[in-house]
């Protein structure tokens, strides 16, 4: 048995491949590097579903899935009361559960908008303000962007945050994204298969690390106290936030992809120059203390510098990854659906046996 199904293959697919010896990311054929940056968030989710997503458009995303942000919000409005005193991934899995497992809904298009539109909603009603309407003559992450700050963001604020959804909007099979397809293989319906994920997707070990990244920032306080700070936090058997990975053995190029977007803000020199500076205490603290491992940044350290730098409220970072992922969810939920059979693997059995009667 492989504990945490370490290098079992459990599906193929066209979607994504994960080098994590070479630090290499493949999407739809595109290396991360040529997509990140330069694509929208509408054309990579076209690219994504393109002959694998066959009730989704195959050209112009951009208005239907506006369309469809405005009639999610008329459909989490109502609901407003029954996400209060909820954390913003809570709330968001309950405004994403109200979607029914039918036909109609079930579309792709619907449930994506309804992820963007739900993770604005939830962030706003989790910190007591009201949430913003959809504006469906902008893009998906301009308005996102909008409804979680109230505040249109700039060209560079937008590409930013595009450059962001787009870099995590699929990575293989990941432990979302497995649940996504276990689910999806007992044809349960598309939006149970994506509330199933984003479950698995919050906790820290997964899509839950930006924020106590920042945390960690804070607490380190100065670069003089990072290196004291990290060894301690490693002796007292913590993992450090941002750092290590199932599969890449050297630095997630996702990290890199957003280090170069965050840079590009206006007036986050200092902030990046005193991360740099814990990532370099961090990578030399885990090279002493973890020499049997290759442990190196994964794409949550500079997740958090970048949605900090766009004024993105922690308690928002797993809602934001999750409303980019779950264009890499449901393409993976119709290819499962399409190629692959119930999963459905075996335990060893290491309890006891009933006694025999003598
Ligand atoms: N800090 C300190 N030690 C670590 C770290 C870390 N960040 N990561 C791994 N280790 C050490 C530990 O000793 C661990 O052994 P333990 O279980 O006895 O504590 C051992 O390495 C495990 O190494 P791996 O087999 O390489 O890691 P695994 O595949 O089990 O875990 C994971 C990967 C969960 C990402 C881990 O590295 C971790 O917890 N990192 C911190 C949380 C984090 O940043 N998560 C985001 C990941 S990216 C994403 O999911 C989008």
Redesign the pocket.
């Known amino acids: 048995m492989r504990s945490?199904l370490?290098n079992v293959v459990a599906a193929e697919t066209v979607l994504s491949h994960v080098d994590g010896e070479a630090g290499r990311l493949i999407i739809r054929g595109s290396d991360l590097e040529d997509l990140a940056g330069h694509a929208t968030f509408e054309e990579a989710t076209v690219l994504l579903w393109d002959g694998v997503v066959p009730d989704a458009p195959t050209a112009e995303l951009a208005a239907p899935l506006g369309h469809a942000r405005a009639r999610a919000f008329d459909r989490f409005r109502p609901l407003k009361n029954e996400t209060r005193g909820l954390s913003a991934v809570e709330a968001m899995r309950l405004l994403l559960s109200s979607m029914p497992d039918g036909k109609r809904a079930e579309e792709p298009v619907a449930l994506l908008a309804a992820a963007g539109v739900a993770a604005a909603f939830a962030t706003r009603v989790s910190q007591g303000l009201e949430p913003i309407a959809p504006n469906p003559a902008m893009s998906h992450a301009a308005d996102v962007l909008r409804m979680i700050r109230d505040k249109a963001g700039d060209a560079e604020e937008v590409r930013a945050f595009e450059t962001y959804l787009v870099a995590?909007i699929d990575?293989g099979l990941?432990?979302s994204t497995f649940t996504a397809r276990v689910v999806a293989s007992t044809a349960a319906g598309l939006p149970s298969a994506v509330v199933a994920a984003l479950c698995a997707l919050k906790g820290?070990?997964?899509?839950g690390?930006p924020g106590p990244v920042l945390d960690m920032l804070d607490a380190i306080g100065t670069l003089g106290n990072a290196r004291a700070w990290l060894i301690d936090a490693?002796k007292r058997?913590?993992?450090?936030?941002?750092?290590?990975?199932?599969v890449y053995r050297v630095r997630?190029p996702r990290a890199n992809v957003l280090k170069v977007a965050v840079a590009k803000l206006k007036g986050r020199s200092n902030r990046i120059a005193f991360a740099e500076g814990v990532e370099a205490a961090a990578l030399e603290a885990?090279k002493e203390l973890?020499s049997d491992?290759r442990?190196d940044t994964?794409?949550?350290f500079y997740t958090a510098l970048l949605l900090e730098a766009l004024d993105i409220p922690r308690a928002a970072f797993t809602p934001v990854f999750t409303l980019a992922r779950t264009a890499g969810w449901i393409a993976h939920v119709r290819e499962q659906e399409a190629n692959g059979r119930l999963i459905r693997p075996q335990s060893r059995y290491v309890g006891s046996w009933p006694v025999q009667a003598a």
């Open positions: 945490g370490d995590v990575h990941n432990a820290p070990l997964h899509g690390a490693i058997g913590e993992r450090l936030m941002g750092f290590g990975h199932r997630d885990l973890k491992r442990l994964n794409v949550e």
